[in-house]
């Protein structure tokens, strides 16, 4: 029998295990390392993503805070000049006031001279009724959320059936508006 030379094939056995180890479990363990490494750039990304998202919920948060505000300010300058939402807001002002809307001049639509970017509406017209509710108008005209200049009042005391007697006068009114 011949004897087996044990420390060859220790040898042999041993390079063939480092060969078999370099050849399929170094590439596994780099393709490992790479995945651990992209997962924690993957990891960071969604931790930045929470951090930004969380504060996109705070500033939302805010911004729900100042609401209110904005949407006066949006009614205080209306993207439109419309005619029709001016005059019924004037009409329900002076109804709540105890006046009537009697008569509606001529307006004209122009850029403000005064504030950039803006477009003013100037109109007249002419509510009647008792001083005190007049008063009043002027007050709620002063504190609505629209913006409205008043430019222009005068008055007068028609003589008529009731009117003298109850202290019935017409205002007449001059006044500018305001919208983007």
Do not use: W
Not at 93 to 121: H, P, T, W
Not at 154 to 162: L, Y
Request: aromatic share 12%; net charge negative.
């Amino acid at each position: 029998m011949e004897r087996i030379n044990y420390l060859s094939l220790a040898t042999i056995l041993f390079f063939l295990s480092v060969f078999l180890i370099s050849l399929f479990l170094v590439p596994k363990y780099q393709a490992v390392s790479k995945l651990k490494n992209s997962l924690s750039d993957y990891e960071k990304a969604l931790a930045e993503q929470r951090d930004y998202f969380k504060n996109l919920d705070e500033d939302l948060e805010k911004i729900d805070e100042y609401k209110d505000l904005m949407e006066k300010i949006s009614l205080a300058i209306p993207k439109e000049s419309s005619i029709v939402d001016f005059f019924n807001l004037i009409d329900n002002l002076a109804s709540a006031n105890g006046l009537s809307l009697e008569q509606v001049g001529s307006f004209r639509i122009s850029e403000s001279k005064e504030i950039s970017n803006l477009k003013e509406m100037e109109t007249s017209f002419t509510v009647s009724g008792p001083y005190a509710s007049f008063k009043e108008f002027v007050s709620a005209i002063q504190k609505s959320a629209r913006l409205i200049e008043v430019e222009e009042i005068s008055f007068k005391s028609e003589t008529g059936p009731g009117k003298e007697k109850a202290g019935i006068f017409d205002f007449s009114l001059k006044v500018k508006a305001y919208s983007l």
